[in-house]
């Protein structure tokens, strides 16, 4: 089993420009999640999907969009990239929403706008 | 705004000595957890604690809660230098408990 995986690693992107980053689970868990995680901070949520179907803002969600294609995969879509989402993403999936449940992460990707 | 903050923010250890890392959080919950990440790489999952327990183990881990103070404790006994990583908390609030908040981590060393 892959667990969580991420595309691309590494992309630059210059002001404006879009991308989408792609994030897919084997592990059939209910629950995705995308995060971003800035130099000295934890990981802020942006967008979650509860089940196939639903997703919702979480705590950074301007600028993004989501889509959650099927149970497995869940996109994160920024439609005009600036400076301060220079960050790094993470993708996570756990078997449902709740704080006792294990939250499995991607490797991440390392996104710069410049 | 985060709920957790971690404190040492960065903690430089020999490898054999124990190290301990400190989560304080500002509203009641159900359940904290504790992530490792190391560089460059995704978190993974450590150990989940619950609001009506007041210490776990799991291997060379120790697990504090005290909810009437709102804070948890990492314990690392015999640090090894494969557990140079951040350490991060994250709880869930008693109301919208149905996301993980996460804490800005602990940066640990382990010198051989």
């Known amino acids: 089993n892959a667990g969580v995986t991420q595309t691309p690693k590494f992309q630059v992107l210059k002001t404006g420009q879009s991308m989408t980053l792609q994030c897919a689970q084997d592990?059939?868990?209910?629950?995705m999640y995308w995060y971003r995680q800035d130099p000295g901070m934890g990981l802020r949520l942006i967008y979650y999907s509860a089940s196939e179907g639903t997703t919702d803002k979480g705590e950074v969600p301007n600028g993004y969009n989501v889509s959650r294609l099927n149970k497995r995969e869940f996109s994160l879509r920024l439609e005009s990239a600036a400076p301060s989402q220079t960050s790094v993403y993470f993708c996570a999936s756990s078997e449902a929403l709740g704080g006792y449940r294990e939250q499995y992460f991607g490797p991440g990707t390392r996104l710069t706008v410049t | 705004s985060q709920q957790g903050e971690e404190d040492p923010q960065a903690l430089s250890i020999q490898e054999g000595e124990n190290a301990t890392m400190n989560c304080s959080y500002k509203t009641s919950i159900n359940n904290l957890q504790w992530y490792r990440q190391n560089s460059g790489r995704g978190l993974v999952h450590l150990i989940l604690i619950r609001s009506n327990e007041r210490e776990k183990h799991s291997g060379r881990l120790r697990v504090t809660l005290d909810t009437s103070k709102k804070s948890s404790s990492l314990l690392i006994t015999a640090s090894r230098a494969a557990d140079t990583a951040s350490y991060f908390c994250a709880t869930d609030a008693i109301q919208g408990a149905q996301k993980l908040v996460f804490g800005q981590g602990t940066r640990l060393t382990i010198n051989p």
């Open positions: 592990m059939n868990h209910n629950s």
